[in-house]
């Protein structure tokens, strides 16, 4: 080799290795097929030297067999001019025998004439067992944000997409776990195959698998996923049994840096649930668009999610009044959370719960909820003894295992008396297990807190979960009285919903009262008690402690 070229090839090494960051760097001479490596590749996995000979051939031998097709496609290309860069994972064989997961990035640097002249990149090395999903081999879900970190450090658009298996219980109920686990080890090649040289492969929670791709756009992943998601509903074969398999699918565009990974994987998720619960599998791309203030949804999410870590700072409670519909008396208030700071101002929830719900801070947030309307609700006590305080749930509350625990210490925490209070669940409850749902509302009715059903008729609620679950309230979506006053079909289900609730002891709470027209209208249909704008819009305590205690409003019996 001319000895100027060897001196190009470790000037070139040498500028690699300082953006390696604690990755292996390899470097070819592409015009001479001649490499240096890395020493610490070199003694991991027991190659000849640090300077190599046809060095691409003595790696694809150490390549695992299943994963050298798709490897020697890639360099192949390189060589030929077809490809400009390369980007993959593959496992590779230790000097102990044993198979490291790999993430290979390279790119071909070209001569004065734009001939390919030099082949250079990193491969970093995944070894570590924490990092690696036993069933199918591939980085873990903290390789996932290892990764996430780093693209932000360098400051990299890339595109996420989460897939994962619909149903998955199902097939472990019929063929058991060691075949499920099979049916995982499919679905992980077929997704090795279409992302080949394109993004990497991670293994996630669950059923779930997660590709980074710096190359493809939200679109090209997507048309990608769909013609994949036809492929294992039709043509999945496992041990030659033949089993059908619904896919479900988030997309995430990552072009804003100044937000963590835990944003970026709650956003993700939203948009898989939504994928899984709404659109039948269909993919979702969270669409990170500019707000009101100019600024990208993304970061104004990354901002509400640390106010959590920073003990809620931001967050409050605006109520809402409940009205005793014979009487139009006070009867309570529900609570419902805003958030604020000088940059974005007061911001409603429709633009953070859903996402947040997704995150592990959540809890944490439901349970500050909860604490702050116990304290406001006990400033209502004295003047309204037999007031209600209505909270909102959420599922990712629900699903804590010592949830109703930390409701009975926050109640003997603050000293509200627990008949004076009402947990709310909504629509997205119904992902729960009924049996837990009842369990948990037991437990609630013997404590004496009341339960409501909220968004009844969107969804949730029937007839066999009004029959499952001890409810003391059923609340009537707003959807099904805007138009009341005109339409036959939202008259009758009104009466139907309150005939369903009389039926179970339970009471009738419509939401969504506007006028006084609507108001006396629907008190035709036996409704207990009523919330709207007629009433009042949400409002901060210190304005609802001024209209409803100072004014000297009569008392609710």
């Known amino acids: 080799m001319k000895k100027e070229r060897l001196q190009k090839l470790n000037e070139l090494f040498e ?28 003694d991991f996995f027991n190659l000849p030297d640090i ?15 299943e994963d050298r097709k798709n490897y020697h496609k890639s360099i192949e290309n390189i060589f030929s001019g077809a490809d400009a860069s390369h980007d993959m994972q593959y496992r590779a064989k230790a000097c102990d025998g044993t198979y490291a997961v790999c993430t290979c990035r390279g790119v071909v640097i070209r001569d004065g004439n734009g001939e390919p002249d030099f082949f250079g990149g990193i491969i970093k090395n995944h070894g570590l067992m924490s990092y ?21 450090r360098k400051r990299e658009n890339h595109t996420v997409l989460l897939v ?49 791709s710096h190359t493809l756009t939200p679109e090209e992943i997507a048309d990608i ?36 990974k ?96 997704q995150d592990p801070l959540f809890p944490e947030l439901g349970k500050w909820i909860l604490q702050q309307a116990m304290e406001d609700g006990k400033l209502m006590l004295e003047k309204y003894p037999n007031f209600i305080m209505n909270v909102n749930l959420s599922y990712a509350q629900l699903e ?37 749902l009842k369990k948990m509302f037991k437990t609630f009715r013997e404590h ?17 979960i009004l029959r499952e679950l001890p409810v003391d309230t059923v609340k009537i979506d707003r959807e099904y009285v805007k138009n009341v006053e005109k339409s036959a079909s939202d008259q009758n289900t009104v009466k139907f919903i309150s005939n369903l609730a009389d039926a179970f002891s339970a009471e009738v709470c419509v939401e969504g009262v506007e006028t006084a027209q609507m108001r006396d209208f629907l008190k035709k249909y036996g409704i207990n008690s009523m919330q709207g704008y007629f009433y009042s819009k949400p409002i901060p305590m210190e304005q609802f402690v001024e209209k409803y205690i100072k004014e000297k409003m009569p008392e609710t019996t």
Not at 51 to 65: K, L, R
Not at 165 to 191: C, R
Not at 194 to 206: I, K, Q, S
Not at 286 to 295: C, G, H, I, K, S
């Open 15 to 42: 500028a690699f290795s300082i953006i390696a960051d604690g990755s292996y760097v390899y470097l070819c001479d592409m015009k001479e097929d001649y490499s240096r490596w890395s020493q610490s590749a070199v």
């Open 225 to 260: 996923y769909k013609k994949l998601k036809k492929e294992v509903s039709h043509e999945f074969y496992v041990n030659g049994e033949h089993i059908s398999v619904s896919l479900n699918a988030g997309i995430v565009r990552i072009d804003s840096f100044d937000i963590s």
């Open 132 to 152: 690696i999903d036993a069933v199918t081999g591939l980085r873990s879900l903290y390789g996932f944000f290892d990764d996430l970190e780093m693209i932000f």
């Open 51 to 65: 300077y190599m000979q046809h060095a691409g051939t003595i790696w694809e031998e150490h390549i695992h067999p």
């Open 448 to 464: 004496g807190i009341r339960v409501a059903l909220d968004d009844f008729g969107t969804g949730f609620s029937s007839l066999g």
């Open 164 to 212: 994962g298996i619909s149903s998955f219980s199902d097939i472990n109920d019929i063929y058991g776990y060691t075949f499920g686990n099979q049916v995982l080890q499919k679905l992980n090649m077929l997704l090795k195959d279409e992302f080949a040289n394109r993004g990497a492969l991670y293994r996630m929670d669950g059923t779930k698998f997660a590709i980074i």
């Open 400 to 436: 804590q295992s010592d949830f109703v625990e930390t409701v009975l210490q926050l109640l003997e925490q603050t000293g509200f008396p627990p008949e004076n209070l009402c947990l709310e669940i909504t629509e997205r409850c119904r992902l729960l297990d009924i049996t837990l």
């Open 262 to 357: 835990e944003t970026v994987y709650s956003c993700l998720k939203y948009v898989y649930y939504e994928s899984k619960n709404r659109r039948l599998g269909e993919p979702v791309v969270f669409v990170d668009e500019l707000t009101d203030d100019n600024r990208m949804l993304i970061e104004k999410l990354n901002t509400i999610r640390n106010s959590v870590s920073e003990n809620c700072k931001g967050f409050y409670l605006c109520y809402q009044p409940i009205m005793d519909a014979d009487t139009e008396m006070l009867k309570g208030m529900e609570a419902l959370i805003r958030w604020k700071n000088d940059l974005y101002g007061s911001i409603p929830p429709i633009q953070f719960i859903p996402v947040l719900e």
